[in-house]
C-alpha cells in the first residue's frame, strides 16, 4: 500500500461514518414514525401526511375512532389481551382505508384515518360494524366496541386538518352520549 492510497483510505474513513450515522438516523426516524405494537402511523408520523392529502383532496373524509370501554379488557383479560385487540383494531381501520388513505394509532386506544376519497371505502357503517367485531385471544372471545366520530373536508369554512380533528371529535363524543357503538 502506498502513501497516496493510504491518505485516500483514510480520508473516505470519516465519509463512511457519516453515511453510516445518516442511515441509521433515517431509519431511527422511520421507526419513531411509526407505532411498534400496531404497526401503523404515530400521530406525528400522519399529522404530516394527513395535513397533505386534506389540502390535496376536496373530499377528504377524517375520521377519529375510540375503543370503547378498553380499559376493562386489559384490568380483566391483561395486557397482552389489550395488545390483540390494539392490533386488531389498527388492521380492520387500515384495511377500511385501503389505498385511498392512511390509518394512524394516535396513542392509548385513539386512532384516526384520513381517506381522500370516501366513495372508495365500504362506508362508516362497515367501519363501524368491523371495529364491534369481536377479537379472539387465547381462547377468550372479546367483546370490542368502538365510537366513531368523522368529519368531511367539505363541510369545513377552511380546509384544515386541526378543524377536522376537533369537529371528527364531537361527533365522536356525540355518538359516544348515544351509548356505545355508535357513529356521528
Do not use: Q
Not at 390483540?84 to 394509532?105: D, E, F, Q
Not at 384516526?112 to 368491523?130: E, N
Request: proline share 4%; net charge neutral; aromatic share 4%.
Amino acid at each position: 500500500m502506498t502513501v497516496m492510497d493510504a491518505l485516500v483510505i483514510a480520508a473516505g474513513l470519516p465519509a463512511l461514518g457519516w453515511a453510516l450515522h445518516g442511515g441509521l438516523l433515517l431509519r431511527r426516524l422511520a421507526t419513531a414514525r411509526r407505532d411498534p405494537l400496531t404497526g401503523l402511523h404515530t400521530r406525528s408520523g400522519w399529522t404530516a401526511r394527513a395535513e397533505h392529502l386534506m389540502a390535496r383532496h376536496p373530499s377528504a373524509l377524517v375520521v377519529l375512532v375510540d375503543l370503547d370501554d378498553f380499559k376493562a379488557i386489559n384490568d380483566t383479560h391483561g395486557h397482552a389481551a389489550g395488545d390483540s385487540v390494539l392490533t386488531a383494531t389498527a388492521h380492520r381501520l387500515a384495511t377500511w382505508c385501503g389505498r385511498h388513505g392512511i390509518a394512524a394509532r394516535l396513542g392509548g386506544d385513539e386512532f384516526a384515518a384520513i381517506v381522500t376519497d370516501p366513495d372508495h371505502t365500504a362506508g362508516l357503517s362497515a367501519l363501524r360494524a368491523a371495529l364491534d367485531e369481536p377479537v379472539t385471544h387465547n381462547s377468550h372471545v372479546l367483546r370490542v366496541s368502538a365510537s366513531v366520530g368523522h368529519c368531511s373536508r367539505e363541510h369545513l369554512p377552511v380546509p384544515v386538518l386541526t378543524d377536522a380533528l376537533s369537529a371528527a371529535d364531537m361527533s365522536m363524543y356525540a355518538a359516544k352520549g348515544h351509548g356505545r357503538r355508535n357513529t356521528r
